[in-house]
C-alpha cells in the first residue's frame, strides 16, 4: 500500500515508514470497513447541526419580528430614537433566519436524495435488463467520422 499523505510504499505496517501516517485507518477505508462508532458519531454530529439549524431559524425568526413590531411601534407612536435602525435589525434578522431555514430544508432534501440513493445501490435495487429487448447496438461515435477518412486514405494509396 502506498501512502496518501507521502507517497512512500508500505506493506504490512500500521504507520507510514515515511511520514508517521496512520494507514490502518485508511486501509479500512479504503475497503468499507470503517468502524461502525465512527459512522454512528458522524451520523448524530450531522442530526444535531441540522437541529441547530432548525432551532437558529426559529430563534431568529421570533427575534427579527420582535425587532421589527418594536420598530414599527416607535415609527407609529413616535416615542423613541431611531424606528428605522430597529426596522433594518428587524428585517435582517428575519432574513438571516430565513436563510437558516432555507439550509435546513436543503439537508434534509439532500439526506432523503442520499437514501434513496442507498436504496437503489442496494442489490434489490437494480433492475434486470433483458438482453432479448435490446433490438440493435447503439451507433457508435467513430462510425460516421471514419467514413470521412476513408476517401481520403484511398487517395493517398
Known amino acids: 500500500m502506498y501512502c496518501p499523505k507521502c507517497g512512500t510504499q508500505n506493506d504490512g505496517v500500521k504507520f507510514c515508514r515515511g511520514c508517521g501516517e496512520n494507514l490502518k485507518v485508511i486501509s479500512q477505508a479504503m475497503s468499507g ?37 418594536f420598530g414599527i411601534k416607535t415609527l ?11 426596522i433594518i435589525v428587524g428585517c435582517v434578522v428575519l432574513l438571516w433566519s430565513f436563510w437558516q431555514h432555507m439550509v435546513y430544508k436543503r439537508t434534509l432534501f439532500i439526506r432523503s436524495n442520499m437514501e434513496n440513493i442507498r436504496a437503489a445501490a442496494s442489490a434489490e ?28 486514405a484511398r487517395r493517398q494509396k
Do not use: C
Not at 462508532?37 to 444535531?48: G, N, P, T, V
Not at 440493435?136 to 467520422?145: D, Q, R
Open 33 to 69: 470497513r470503517l468502524p461502525v462508532i465512527l459512522a454512528s458519531k458522524m451520523d448524530a454530529y450531522f442530526e444535531s447541526k441540522n437541529e441547530r439549524f432548525r432551532r437558529d431559524s426559529i430563534l431568529g425568526a421570533v427575534i427579527g419580528s420582535l425587532w421589527l413590531l
Open 76 to 86: 407609529i407612536t413616535g416615542g423613541g430614537n431611531l424606528p428605522g435602525f430597529h
Open 125 to 152: 435495487g437494480f433492475q434486470r435488463n433483458d438482453v432479448r429487448e435490446i433490438t440493435e447496438p447503439p451507433a457508435s461515435i467513430s462510425e460516421f467520422t471514419t467514413e470521412r477518412l476513408d476517401p481520403l
